[in-house]
């Protein structure tokens, strides 16, 4: 079993969420909450078996994510 923090994006039109720690984009959309985790969690799933344990962007788990907020 992996455990991965996700990065959850709530929009006007819906939600997006993809996975901090995994190389290459894997990213899971719905209507709620509910339905973008287990969207999301069906793409990871197939990501890793497709590609491997090298999916993994680092062998030591992301401990904390966090959304910060920066004008450029």
Sequence with gaps: MTH???IIETHPDGSVAYPVGIKGVVVGDGDSYEEVL???KSAI???LETLGPEARDVDEPVLEACVAEATV
């Design 4 to 6: 991965l923090k996700m």
């Design 38 to 40: 287990v969207n999301v």
């Design 45 to 47: 799933r197939f990501h």
